[in-house]
């Protein structure tokens, strides 16, 4: 199994800025995933990231909007650009890559609030 | 295109009670299948998973579920609740075609436990 940390944990923000999230894995893992958690809802994917290439996106998600980094294989970052108040919403990170049925392992989420 | 259905966005059950949350999925071939459980303000926890080693899939906290293909379910189920269960149940599919593939959640039961 693999232990993922995510900073921050929680988040107030003010319309039109941006925030960045970073994810931690203890272990090293292939694949890296971000999802979003509206309130009240379950998840929906916003991109997979590998590392050394560019994320891939879901429909409905854009870079400009969350650009993803993943620099190597224990660390990712998504940034949530120019948010407004639909933003709000939980944040998680997973990863995969430990075994070989596609079991993701979760981090305990960043939770945002846009004012 | 996979996709889960999880019947019942709430259930409430007695304390000692037995546990049973629905899910069905739909997928081209049989997939791998999750439950993860979400304790509030917290990430998501794999309860238990199946791969095709045995249809009866035993994991934690004294949680179970069975693959029936001819139904195309995975039902959670736990023969006596504590109130310790409460919490969001997500099942989930995800499809063996390739490594490391995406894994698509179903909308979650919130499983409330009364004294």
């Known amino acids: 199994s693999a232990v993922i940390s995510q900073k921050p944990s929680r988040d107030i923000c003010q319309r039109g800025t941006s925030l960045t999230i970073q994810c931690q894995v203890d272990?090293?893992?292939?694949?890296m995933f971000w999802y979003r958690q509206q309130p009240g809802q379950s998840l929906t994917l916003i991109a997979t990231?590998?590392?050394?290439?560019?994320?891939?996106?879901e429909s409905g998600f854009v870079i400009d909007k969350f650009p993803i980094s993943r620099p190597n294989l224990t660390f990712s970052t998504l940034t949530v650009s120019n948010m407004s108040p639909e933003d709000s919403s939980i944040y998680l990170c997973?990863?995969?890559?430990?075994?070989?049925?596609?079991?993701?392992?979760f981090g305990p989420g960043t939770r945002l609030t846009v004012l | 295109a996979q996709s889960v259905t999880q019947l019942g966005s709430h259930v409430s059950v007695s304390e000692g009670a037995l546990v049973l949350l629905r899910c069905n999925y739909s997928?081209?071939?049989?997939?791998?299948l999750f439950w993860y459980v979400q304790y509030p303000n917290q990430g998501l926890q794999l309860l238990l998973k199946?791969?095709?080693?045995?249809?009866l899939v035993k994991g934690i906290n004294g949680f179970e579920a069975e693959f029936k293909k001819s139904e195309t379910s995975f039902h959670l189920t736990k023969p006596s609740a504590h109130m310790s269960d409460a919490a969001e149940y997500f099942c989930?599919?995800?499809?063996?075609?390739?490594?490391?593939?995406?894994?698509?959640f179903g909308p979650g039961t919130s499983l409330s436990v009364i004294p």
């Open positions: 989930a599919v995800s499809d063996r075609g390739t490594s490391y593939d995406k894994v698509i």
């Open positions: 272990s090293q893992v292939t694949m």
């Open positions: 997928s081209s071939v049989p997939p791998y």
């Open positions: 199946y791969t095709s080693a045995a249809t």
């Open positions: 997973s990863a995969s890559g430990t075994s070989s049925n596609n079991e993701q392992f």
């Open positions: 990231a590998n590392q050394g290439s560019e994320a891939t996106y």
